[in-house]
C-alpha cells in the first residue's frame, strides 16, 4: 500500500525574513553606487570643455632672401707697360767734301798718263746711340707685342720687377734670353723669355746687357 504523505498546514509555512531582504537590498544599492562612481567622469563637464578649447597659431614663414648677385665680369688681360728711354735719331754725317780736279800740264810724248784718281770712300753707316749694358731699354728699337706676357702676368696676379740678361749681334738680332731676377712665378719667367727674343736692338756693337722690366696688373 501506499504510504500517503501529510500535507503540511499555512500555518506551517515559514514567514518572508524582512530583515535578510533589507540587508540584501542595502548592499545591491551599494554595489550600484559605487559602479556609479566609477563611471562619472573624473572632472566636471565644464572643465573638460574649457580643456578641449584649442588655439591655433599660424606661423608666418618669412620672405624668401634675395637672389645672390650675378658674379663680376672676368677682368681684362692686363699689360706691361715698359717705359722705354728716348732714343736719339744720330744726326746724318755731312757728305765728304769732293777733292778738287788735278789739273795737268799738256803731256809730252814720252810722259805717262797719270791714274785716275781713287772714288772717294763711301759714308760709314749710322751707329744707334751708346747701350747703357746695366739698362738696354734705350737701345730697342723694335718692340714685340706684349699680348702673350700680359696674359701671364694677368693669371698670376703679380707686380713687381724683373730683368732679363740679352744677347745681340751688331744688327740688332737677339741671340739668347736668360733670367737675371726671377718674377717669382715660373710661367712669367718663360713668357718673358720668349718676348724678349722677338726684340730688336738698334744697330751697333754686338753684346750683352740687362732688360729691365715692370710688371704691373
Known sequence: MTET???????????????????????????VAALMLLLMPVAPPGTQAEEEEVTLVNFIKPPPPPPPPPPP???????IVLK????????????????????????????????????????AAPQGPARDPNDLRASVCVMPPQGPLASAVGRARITGSMRLQLTYTADGSVTDVSVA????DRNVDRAAQSWARRIKMCPGQPGSGILPLELKQ
Do not use: C, M, Y
Not at 736719339?88 to 784718281?117: H, I, R, T
Not at 731676377?181 to 717669382?184: G, I, L
Open 84 to 123: 722705354p728711354q728716348t732714343v736719339p735719331k744720330p744726326s746724318p754725317l755731312p757728305p765728304p767734301p769732293e777733292e778738287p780736279p788735278v789739273v795737268f800740264d799738256e803731256p809730252s810724248p814720252v810722259d805717262v798718263a797719270a791714274p785716275p784718281p781713287a772714288p772717294p770712300a763711301p759714308p
Open 5 to 31: 504523505l501529510p500535507h503540511p498546514d499555512s500555518h506551517e509555512r515559514q514567514s518572508l525574513n524582512w530583515p535578510r531582504i533589507v540587508g540584501i537590498s542595502f548592499v545591491i544599492a551599494l554595489h
Open 73 to 79: 665680369p672676368p677682368e681684362p688681360p692686363k699689360q
Open 181 to 184: 731676377q726671377s718674377s717669382r
